[in-house]
């Protein structure tokens, strides 16, 4: 079946304009991740959701972050005004229920260019 | 707080050499341990993972890992790399706790040399 898919796969930015980042998890799947992968730094956390309950947005590093999950399936990762420090690539993962021994699944990831 | 370190930043072996990629993790509880992997140019995915039972634990590719829970860590193994294993690995841990998140080492680049 179809995986994880991510749209745009590239986009360069300009300083200060806002970008909307897209993720389609696999169907079925409830549990949804953002990630943010810098050079050298690894996979940081942003963002969980898992069906309905509340999101844990303890990962999102500053108020210019948001995402939203519609309908328990597509999400949007926002960040405003972006900063330069915010190019990175981004990566959505979904897995089957969330619990903590699921395997996640990846997108191919969004590269954000901020210049 | 959690945090889970790779000893090695970059790797490069000539093929057939043995391969140990480091992983300790600090958490004081029962955990999840995962070994991720991206390929060049293709998505990250899971290589093998452990949540219970046998310490050691047989994952794709002829990649095997091992949780030795004294030692906080669950390092990575092949006895015969080959070219095709250049690639970028990851460790994780997730607390058996469902308010904790997956937690991500760094990474380890591996180059292999043909």
């Known amino acids: 079946g179809a995986g994880v898919s991510q749209s745009p796969s590239n986009k360069v930015t300009e300083k200060g304009k806002d970008v909307e980042l897209r993720c389609d998890p696999i169907?079925?799947?409830?549990?949804l991740y953002w990630y943010r992968q810098s050079l050298g730094q690894g996979l940081e956390f942003l963002i969980y959701?898992?069906?309905?309950?509340?999101?844990?947005k303890s990962g999102l590093p500053s108020d210019r972050f948001s995402a939203e999950r519609t309908g328990g399936s597509v999400s949007t990762l926002t960040i405003q005004r972006t900063q330069q420090e915010d190019s990175a690539v981004y990566l959505c993962?979904?897995?089957?229920?969330?619990?903590?021994?699921?395997?996640?699944?990846f997108g191919p990831g969004t590269r954000l260019t901020v210049l | 707080a959690q945090s889970v370190s790779q000893h090695n930043h970059h790797v490069i072996l000539s093929e057939a050499a043995s391969l140990e990629l480091g992983c300790n993790y600090s958490y004081g509880g029962t955990v999840n341990l995962f070994w991720y992997v991206q390929y060049p140019g293709q998505h990250l995915q899971l290589l093998l993972k452990y949540f219970s039972g046998d310490p050691l634990v047989k994952g794709i590719k002829g990649f095997e890992a091992e949780f030795i829970k004294s030692k906080f860590s669950f390092n990575l193994r092949k006895p015969s790399v080959q070219w095709s294993d250049t690639a970028e690995y990851f460790c994780a841990v997730t607390p058996q706790n469902r308010d904790d998140k997956i937690i991500f080492g760094k990474g380890t680049r591996l180059h292999i040399l043909p």
């Open positions: 959701f898992q069906g309905n309950s509340a999101p844990d």
């Open positions: 169907s079925g799947h409830t549990a």
């Open positions: 993962a979904s897995s089957i229920s969330g619990t903590p021994a699921d395997t996640q699944y």
